[in-house]
């Protein structure tokens, strides 16, 4: 993990926004799935976002790749980092918060830092990552509820694919580092939708029929909001940030995320969480700042300066 870097107030200011469009993607999801199926959900997020790259992409004349093994490379990137995980996050939010659903799908950094501890040489597990994975498992405990834990049923499952979602996060992100590395990102997330949406598409069309097709103008405006913003421009967006601030201060935006959809919502839909969910994304949050390490790192210039 690349060690976070100083960041200026351009960097900040797009981080923060950054944060603020994903975690308004889990109440457009939501406030979408209350008209259509999952699988139109995911299919429209999915075709519009890939619809809308592509024009940028042509406008721009970016060169693309035409080699089999980096097309194969994006068909399994559009697999684990959209196809399969989209499609879990939405089916649990039919049963989960979308507070919650965004504080366990921060869990993403966690299962990341265990698979390339696993995979990669030079990514060891230190002891502050694994006290921060230890932490951040707690977290995922605290905010799921003890009572929860012994009693499995269909909110179970659906906390348990949101889980399942955010570890095929963190192995599209070994995927990518393994694959695509050098790859232009807006290229990368171009091809990754698209492959995605050749497999999405046709397939909800075949299980909802018109039942995908929007209607209302709620769940229409909350398409084109987690398609083409939280999507398409986020992925952009992302990319410029990871450029300016690095990939260790990008993972802030795990801890932004979650705040800006509780406050969502609990004031458009009324969701209220448990205490136990706010001690887990505490608990959650600190894990995170473990692996993070640049608190530790701050400490010792503190006392000495003071010295």
């Not at 649990?92 to 979308?98: H, I, R």
């Not at 501890?117 to 002891?127: C, G, K, S, V």
């Not at 999507?231 to 935006?253: D, E, I, P, Q």
């Not at 705040?259 to 004031?267: E, F, K």
Request: glycine share 10%; charged share 10%; aromatic share 8%.
């Amino acid at each position: 993990m690349t060690a976070p870097a100083q960041m200026s107030l351009r960097a900040w200011s797009e981080l923060i926004a950054l944060s603020i469009i994903w975690g308004g993607s889990f109440l457009a999801i939501r406030t979408a799935l209350d008209e259509i199926p999952v699988m139109s959900v995911v299919a429209h997020r999915v075709g519009w976002a890939a619809f809308a790259l592509w024009i940028v992409i042509l406008v721009r004349g970016v060169a693309l790749p035409k080699d089999r093994a980096t097309i194969f490379a994006l068909l399994g990137m559009g697999v684990l980092n959209n196809a399969i995980p989209f499609s879990l996050l939405a089916w649990g939010q039919l049963e989960v918060e979308t507070g919650l659903t965004s504080i366990l799908n921060g869990t993403t950094a966690i299962f990341g830092v265990l698979l390339a501890a696993a995979i990669f040489a030079d990514e060891r597990l230190t002891w502050n990552r694994g006290l921060g994975v230890c932490l951040g498992f707690v977290g995922v405990a605290l905010a799921i509820g003890p009572a929860q834990l012994l009693n499995f049923d269909l909110r179970s499952a659906a906390q348990g694919a949101i889980l399942l979602a955010a570890l095929s996060y963190a192995v599209a992100g070994m995927w990518a580092k393994k694959h695509l590395a050098g790859l232009d990102p807006m290229v990368a997330a171009a091809g990754m939708l698209t492959s995605s949406a050749l497999i999405l598409v046709p397939l909800a069309a075949f299980m909802d029929g018109a039942t995908g097709v929007p209607r209302e103008p709620a769940t229409i405006a909350a398409i084109l909001y987690y398609a083409l913003i939280s999507t398409a421009f986020a992925y952009l967006l992302y990319y410029r940030v990871l450029a300016m601030a690095g990939s260790g201060n990008v993972l802030l935006c795990t801890l932004l995320i979650p705040p800006v959809a509780i406050v969502l919502g609990a004031l458009v839909r009324g969701e209220v969480l448990t205490p136990g969910t706010f001690f887990g994304f505490a608990a959650l949050a600190s894990g995170l700042m473990l692996i993070d390490g640049r608190v530790l790192r701050r400490g010792p210039r503190r006392r000495n300066s003071s010295a």
